[in-house]
């Protein structure tokens, strides 16, 4: 596996900017830098090397004009996540995780955004050169497009805009492997009912709930057969997160606390004759 990308112009930071020799590549996290005018992507570069106080890093950044730099070897984790725990509300696709510093196992690209909530729109030739390079992590680290993951996905309260708007629709249609048969936003029911808010969040129009994560990935997967969300994700269950639909329960359970079903892991539909299902659909 190469370390580097071939179509990066290579900016190292100090090593005590990274966390040596640890990324299993778990996810891709997407960002933006919310500052500063003018600035490119050689300019935070330099900037990420020469801060001695936080000691920010990301494996890469993107400017405007579509230059990509790299700052972090692809062996190493960056600092780009912080290093706290991920944030009430944050995604529960990362419970796939057992660490809580989510900079160990994962890649960070940074896209420079002149407005100070990351308000702008990419740029074309920032657009393409993000999605080339998606592509090749991808390609190169074997992670499927369900894994790319927004920063407000970890710190939805800190990070709420980051990384402001992108192009999701259009990335998953680049990328194209994996999504072909699963439930698309665009398939009519999908449309009539839902609008995708983040990478891997659909809200419901007409109910106003939001399925993510690792519920929507198996929503998807069973092409939306327990039609619409009327709960958002319940955690009244321990280690269990499950969310009720009008034709079923979708539960969210990696370590098999409620059901054992074959073939079906982290996500599964309820059994209807199960305690939990009677106290729900009763």
Not at 182 to 199: K, R
Request: glycine fraction near 6%; proline fraction near 6%; charge should be negative.
């Amino acid at each position: 596996m190469s370390d580097t990308y071939p179509d990066a112009l290579q900016i190292f930071v100090p090593r005590s900017h990274v966390f040596w020799d640890c990324n299993p590549h778990y996810a891709i996290v997407v960002h933006g830098t919310a500052c500063c005018q003018g600035m490119t992507a050689q300019d935070w570069a330099h900037t990420f090397a020469n801060d001695e106080v936080e000691q920010k890093s990301s494996h890469f950044i993107i400017g405007k004009d579509g230059t990509v730099v790299q700052c972090v070897s692809l062996r190493d984790g960056a600092g780009a996540n912080d290093t706290r725990q991920r944030q009430a509300g944050y995604d529960t696709f990362w419970d796939g995780t057992p660490v809580d510093n989510l900079n160990l196992v994962t890649v960070s690209i940074e896209h420079v955004k002149w407005d100070d909530n990351n308000a702008d729109e990419l740029t074309p030739a920032q657009k393409q050169a993000s999605f080339r390079l998606i592509k090749w992590l991808c390609d190169t680290l074997h992670i499927p497009a369900s894994h790319i993951k927004t920063h407000a996905s970890i710190a939805p309260k800190d990070r709420a805009d980051c990384p402001g708007p992108y192009p999701w629709t259009e990335l998953y249609q680049f990328l194209g492997e994996g999504e072909d048969d699963m439930l698309q936003i665009s398939d009519p029911f999908a449309a009539a009912h839902f609008t995708q808010i983040a990478p891997n969040r659909w809200r419901c129009v007409t109910t106003n709930q939001d399925v993510f994560g690792g519920i929507l990935d198996f929503y998807r997967r069973i092409a939306g057969a327990p039609r619409l969300p009327l709960t958002g994700e319940q955690h009244d269950v321990p280690d269990v997160t499950y969310q009720v639909f009008e034709a079923g329960v979708i539960v969210f359970d990696p370590q098999h606390k409620l059901d054992h079903p074959t073939g079906f892991d982290p996500s599964y539909l309820l059994r209807l004759d199960s305690e939990l299902a009677k106290k729900l659909l009763h």
